[in-house]
């Protein structure tokens, strides 16, 4: 959920405000429907309880044999939800696993010792047959987020085989980064490519482990599938010779990030025309240079598909997305909070569409790993606007055959505090309400805790992953989710801190 140009960005911090107390009104209504619903099965219980018993012999018998039955399927009976918070704990406590360590690894002699790896091990049964592997995060600013992330690719790449890692960062940036990645410094390369809430030192790691792989018979590459952007498409260019087609194209770009904070919506549609002439001409230079670009990204062999892919993007984003925007900064401050879930999903089916275009038909043969935030990877993140559950996320806009090859795995923190997307001020992690997903995990009584969703049958242990329990946004949002619905796989993080961030 990063956003493009944090500094231009206050109208999206206006709608992100009106968003979460909106939630929070939900929340809440729903934790009083709750009480009340079982307020009212409590007096229903009671008042069954006080009707005469009259049964016939035969209904008695009837009642003896069913009675019977059950015994003879389950000795379980009805609890409290105290109890079944201990249930769940204790389950969490038997069947989670623990990561010894969340600290990317050292690279001796040109690999990792595999041996530093067997706290992960778990993974090799639930990834056998998995091409995708999804990472999330409940904030994009917490330190242990960007560590865990790290080490986990370190894994999923030296011992698992997989070797593209796709970041929720414009899919220009990164291909550009990744051609030039020989060259340039891995702090570079992380400037270059992704976008600035994951400029930390935690997360630096993982750019130089990419950077040491690229010469070896299997090296990580990056790639990005955001249809926002980190920095202007030619910025430093080489491949263009056309310099002053070049110059209003950068300009165009800082031009189209101030229309989609406008609410000018004519003032907009009387600029689009020439805006689409600029980019459809630079389109025209993409095929015109091949060579250029060929020679300015040696590192990228994709390179002139993903440039071409990247200007295309831009036109969509000039015929549609800032309308939708600029729509949304005029209705939103009338009430209109649906306008923000319209442009989010936009975003979200764009991003699905750069990310099932890269796995099917720029690498059909690859295996990625993707680094976003929990909403965009969850398969179900729109039953949780149960108002507005028309409008999808990009986990669930990903085709049945690429989620079915897919390993969602959110993460969650327990406590401590986050870094805002914007200001990075600190954002204290809201005590956990009895029965969250972090409170239930927290029953493993680990630093950090990993719990498989997909492959377990509902028991009285685990009746949580199925039914709905709260979980929490950004460390202060509760929001209500049915986890196996949403993650294939949890990791929490008990207790995190802020990012050191790289100016």
């Given at each position: 959920?990063?956003?493009?140009?944090?500094?231009?960005?206050?109208?999206?911090?206006?709608?992100?405000?009106?968003?979460q107390v909106?939630?929070?009104?939900?929340?809440?209504?729903?934790?009083?429907?709750?009480?009340?619903?079982?307020?009212?099965?409590?007096a229903?219980?009671?008042?069954?309880?006080?009707?005469p018993?009259?049964?016939?012999?035969q209904a008695?018998?009837?009642?003896e044999?069913?009675?019977?039955?059950?015994?003879?399927k389950t000795d379980?009976?009805?609890?409290?939800?105290?109890?079944?918070?201990?249930?769940?704990?204790?389950?969490?406590?038997?069947?989670?696993?623990?990561?010894?360590?969340?600290q990317?690894?050292?690279?001796?002699?040109?690999?990792?010792?595999?041996?530093n790896f067997?706290?992960?091990?778990?993974?090799?049964?639930?990834?056998?047959?998995?091409?995708?592997?999804?990472?999330g995060?409940?904030?994009?600013?917490?330190?242990?987020?960007?560590?865990a992330?790290?080490?986990?690719?370190?894994?999923?790449?030296?011992?698992?085989?997989?070797?593209?890692?796709?970041?929720?960062?414009?899919?220009?940036?990164?291909?550009?980064a990744?051609?030039?990645?020989?060259?340039?410094?891995?702090?570079?390369?992380?400037?270059?490519?992704?976008?600035?809430?994951w400029?930390?030192?935690?997360?630096?790691?993982?750019?130089?482990y990419m950077?040491?792989?690229?010469?070896?018979?299997?090296?990580?590459?990056?790639?990005g599938?955001?249809?926002?952007?980190?920095?202007?498409?030619?910025?430093?260019?080489?491949?263009?010779?056309?310099?002053?087609?070049?110059?209003?194209?950068?300009?165009?770009?800082?031009?189209?990030?101030?229309?989609?904070?406008?609410?000018?919506?004519a003032g907009?549609?009387?600029?689009?025309?020439?805006l689409?002439?600029?980019?459809?001409?630079l389109?025209?230079?993409?095929?015109?240079?091949?060579?250029?670009?060929?020679?300015?990204y040696?590192n990228?062999?994709?390179i002139v598909?993903?440039?071409?892919?990247?200007?295309?993007?831009?036109?969509?984003?000039?015929?549609?997305?800032?309308?939708?925007?600029?729509?949304?900064?005029?209705?939103?401050?009338?009430?209109?909070?649906?306008?923000?879930?319209?442009?989010?999903?936009?975003?979200?089916?764009?991003?699905?569409?750069?990310?099932?275009?890269?796995?099917?038909?720029v690498?059909?043969?690859?295996?990625?790993i993707?680094?976003?935030?929990?909403?965009?990877?969850?398969?179900?993140?729109?039953?949780?606007?149960?108002?507005?559950g028309?409008?999808?996320?990009m986990?669930?806009?990903m085709p049945?055959?690429?989620?079915?090859?897919?390993?969602?795995?959110?993460?969650?923190?327990g406590?401590?505090?986050?870094?805002?997307n914007?200001?990075?001020?600190a954002?204290p992690?809201?005590?956990?309400?009895?029965?969250?997903?972090?409170?239930?995990?927290?029953g493993?009584k680990?630093?950090?805790?990993f719990?498989?969703?997909?492959?377990?049958?509902n028991?009285?242990?685990n009746?949580?992953?199925?039914?709905?329990?709260?979980?929490?946004d950004?460390?202060?949002?509760?929001?209500?989710?049915?986890?196996?619905?949403?993650?294939?796989?949890?990791?929490?993080?008990?207790?995190?801190?802020?990012?050191r961030?790289?100016k």
């Amino acid at each position: 959920m990063s956003t493009m140009m944090m500094q231009t960005n206050n109208s999206n911090k206006a709608w992100r405000r009106r968003l979460q107390v909106m939630l929070l009104t939900v929340t809440m209504t729903a934790m009083v429907m709750t009480t009340w619903l079982g307020s009212i099965s409590s007096a229903q219980a009671q008042a069954s309880a006080a009707q005469p018993a009259q049964k016939s012999e035969q209904a008695a018998k009837q009642g003896e044999q069913a009675k019977g039955q059950v015994e003879h399927k389950t000795d379980s009976k009805a609890r409290t939800y105290k109890e079944s918070i201990a249930d769940w704990k204790k389950y969490a406590n038997d069947h989670a696993y623990a990561l010894k360590s969340i600290q990317p690894e050292k690279r001796v002699n040109g690999s990792i010792p595999a041996s530093n790896f067997e706290d992960l091990d778990m993974l090799i049964p639930l990834l056998a047959d998995k091409r995708i592997v999804y990472l999330g995060e409940s904030t994009h600013g917490a330190a242990e987020f960007n560590s865990a992330k790290t080490r986990l690719i370190q894994y999923l790449h030296q011992q698992l085989g997989y070797n593209m890692v796709a970041f929720e960062s414009g899919l220009p940036d990164a291909a550009i980064a990744q051609g030039k990645m020989k060259s340039k410094s891995a702090e570079d390369t992380m400037k270059r490519s992704i976008f600035k809430v994951w400029w930390t030192e935690e997360t630096l790691p993982l750019f130089q482990y990419m950077k040491d792989t690229q010469d070896s018979e299997r090296p990580l590459r990056l790639v990005g599938f955001d249809i926002q952007w980190n920095a202007p498409l030619l910025k430093d260019a080489v491949w263009l010779k056309d310099k002053q087609l070049q110059e209003k194209v950068i300009k165009a770009e800082t031009d189209l990030l101030e229309w989609r904070n406008s609410k000018d919506l004519a003032g907009y549609r009387k600029v689009k025309p020439e805006l689409l002439n600029l980019y459809k001409k630079l389109l025209t230079q993409v095929a015109a240079h091949e060579g250029a670009l060929k020679k300015e990204y040696p590192n990228e062999p994709k390179i002139v598909v993903l440039m071409k892919r990247a200007v295309e993007d831009r036109i969509r984003f000039i015929n549609e997305y800032v309308e939708i925007n600029i729509e949304g900064n005029i209705v939103v401050e009338k009430g209109d909070m649906l306008a923000v879930f319209r442009a989010t999903e936009w975003r979200d089916r764009a991003m699905a569409n750069n990310l099932i275009w890269l796995a099917t038909e720029v690498y059909p043969t690859e295996r990625f790993i993707v680094w976003a935030h929990n909403g965009h990877i969850s398969k179900a993140q729109s039953q949780i606007y149960t108002f507005d559950g028309a409008h999808k996320w990009m986990g669930e806009l990903m085709p049945k055959v690429l989620q079915r090859q897919s390993y969602v795995m959110g993460l969650y923190m327990g406590s401590g505090e986050s870094a805002d997307n914007e200001t990075r001020e600190a954002i204290p992690v809201s005590p956990l309400l009895p029965g969250a997903l972090e409170d239930i995990l927290s029953g493993a009584k680990q630093p950090y805790t990993f719990m498989d969703l997909r492959y377990r049958d509902n028991e009285r242990g685990n009746s949580w992953m199925f039914e709905r329990v709260f979980a929490y946004d950004w460390g202060n949002m509760p929001t209500l989710i049915v986890p196996r619905q949403h993650y294939d796989g949890i990791l929490l993080i008990d207790k995190v801190k802020l990012p050191r961030y790289i100016k």
